[in-house]
């Protein structure tokens, strides 16, 4: 993921957001950059209209860029094994200069930390004497750990059997064992009789002997025999050391921001990071939550932080592309800003395509006439430019859909109020309102088919009047904007619906009106109101 750039909109994603991400993303690929096209939200009817018609997927859903434990890049990769050896871990715990090591079993899983202190305990305890008895380990294990070869027979798999003895108390009758010397001489012919599992060999020189005939493995050593044995007790496997301490693991999807705290209260020093699968990534030091590697990220459609992703402020924002006024937004580092005062981000983008000599493929360019329409409305928005027309008219080139046709189907399919009944559409943009001595009630529904929602009338009716009783509105009036057509079906009812009458200067029949050229409550229904309402 680190490598790749992620390309979004703003929050609420709005179809520009979406196709100019997706549109941006199929550009950046082309010219070899990786990026990924993402949406910070649920994709409206609208949108999902549009990827549907050119058979594009929704991009995948992006909550934060704050940075997780798997984005931090240094660390320590060294794992063991539970059947590795004590002489191992001490190895690599000294050269890697860490106090702490994970243990993972055969299928690479976190088993437990291993530290440096369970070992020097254990070493304490141990004696050389049982010691295979009281602690297990393999074969290989002693042959490593005591840097021998193979001089004889084959070494035996698995776990060690027996103890260590000297050839004199094994001819003597003691059980099996693994035998230690320095005399080779005894080995001859009848050693097989014995039950050895092993004899190892320590002289300087490797022995110039020919075991013809005895089948028992032997090893050679050059350390001599009181290292053999210090070394051959540090060939037992960690696992016998290991206690049931907890400690804690961090996984690679955590979020730095959550687990810092933590890590920093806890007497741990090095801490195991496991993926998805448990397996362990890496380990840790606090001093190591600094290295982040940030993520890459290209901001189109907006600008301003509370608009964009949780976490934007620790992400690398690379370029922005937009079309919006410029807010607050402050950058460690310079990077490409490409704005322009058009109606739509998409309008831009078809010049950055221009500019880098790239074709634009069929369905991507049905996104980006989709953005425009979206924007401007069909270019019935006072936002649209010349240039987002001559831009559409060169996308409907390429998609070969008809811009009226196909926008008003977009439209159309955006405001559509299938699987909603009357309440949701009351409610979906609901405020209230205490103007002079009146409880308002102001309701507003953009779409492009008032006539179609009218026909609904007598249900959103009672539930305007439910609204009434529950909350003794004085007045509730809903306000059905035609998105197309620039202007308001008003629906009023309550017992002051005649502030209605003398703030717009119209006529309520059937409780309804049609205000020509409102459109918005903010800016021209509200402050009439409140006008009316407080003389
Ligand atoms: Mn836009």
């Not at 035996?156 to 003691?174: A, F, H, T, V």
């Not at 979020?255 to 990534?281: C, K, L, T, W």
């Not at 190591?288 to 990220?297: A, E, G, I, M």
């Not at 008032?450 to 007045?475: A, F, R, S």
């Amino acid at each position: 993921m680190k490598n790749t750039t992620l390309i979004f909109g703003h929050k609420n994603p709005d179809t520009d957001s979406i196709c100019s991400s997706i549109a941006y993303s199929a550009l950046k690929n082309k010219i070899g950059k990786h990026t990924k096209p993402m949406r910070l939200g649920d994709i409206n009817k609208e949108t999902e209209f549009a990827l549907n018609h050119f058979n594009i997927d929704a991009p995948e859903l992006l909550t934060t860029v704050h940075p997780c434990i798997g984005d931090i890049k240094t660390g320590n990769k060294t794992v063991i094994k539970d059947t590795d050896s004590i002489k191992t871990a001490m190895e690599i715990l000294t050269r890697e200069n860490y106090s702490s090591l994970p243990i993972v079993n055969k299928d690479n899983k976190l088993e437990s930390m291993l530290h440096i202190s369970q070992i020097a305990n254990a070493y304490l305890e141990m004696s050389t004497k049982n010691i295979f008895d009281n602690h297990c380990t393999d074969y290989s294990n002693v042959l490593n750990s005591l840097n021998s070869t193979l001089i004889n027979g084959e070494l035996p798999c698995g776990k060690i059997s027996g103890d260590l003895r000297s050839l004199r108390e094994i001819k003597l009758g003691q059980n099996n064992g693994v035998v230690v010397t320095t005399d080779t001489e005894r080995i001859d012919e009848h050693t097989d009789k014995y039950n050895i599992s092993l004899i190892v060999i320590c002289s300087k020189n490797k022995p110039n002997i020919d075991f013809k005939g005895v089948n028992t493995p032997i090893v050679h050593t050059e350390y001599g025999i009181f290292k053999a044995f210090k070394y051959i007790s540090q060939s037992v496997s960690v696992r016998n050391i290991l206690s049931n301490n907890t400690f804690l693991q961090l996984r690679t999807r955590d979020y730095i921001r959550d687990v810092q705290a933590m890590m920093r209260e806890s007497d741990q020093s090095n801490f195991p990071i496991v993926n998805a699968n448990g397996e362990v990534h890496s380990t840790i030091r606090i001093k190591h939550l600094s290295d982040v590697v940030s993520n890459n990220v290209i901001l189109v459609d907006h600008n301003e932080r509370g608009q964009s992703v949780d976490g934007i402020e620790t992400a690398k924002v690379l370029e922005i592309v937009d079309h919006h006024k410029f807010g607050d937004f402050e950058t460690n580092e310079p990077l490409m800003i490409r704005a322009e005062a058009v109606g739509c981000t998409s309008t831009i983008i078809y010049r950055l395509y221009k500019e880098a000599g790239i074709e634009i493929d069929k369905n991507i360019a049905g996104l980006m006439l989709s953005a425009i329409l979206s924007d401007t409305l069909i270019f019935k928005s006072p936002t649209t430019t010349k240039r987002d027309v001559e831009v559409a008219k060169e996308l409907e080139k390429i998609t070969g859909v008809d811009i009226d046709k196909y926008g008003m189907d977009l439209l159309v399919a955006g405001a559509s109020l299938e699987d909603m009944n009357a309440e949701d559409v009351i409610t979906m943009d609901m405020k209230k309102f205490s103007m002079g001595n009146y409880k308002i009630a102001l309701g507003q529904i953009n779409t492009v088919d008032v006539n179609g929602l009218m026909k609904h009338k007598t249900d959103l009716e009672k539930v305007m009047q439910k609204h009434i009783d529950v909350n003794n509105y004085d007045m509730f009036m809903m306000v059905i904007t035609d998105i197309l057509n620039k202007g308001s079906k008003i629906i009023v009812l309550g017992n002051s619906a005649h502030l209605v009458e003398t703030a717009f200067g119209v006529q309520l029949e059937d409780n309804t009106a049609w205000l020509k050229g409102v459109v918005s409550r903010k800016k021209q229904i509200v402050p009439v109101l409140m006008q009316v309402a407080q003389s």
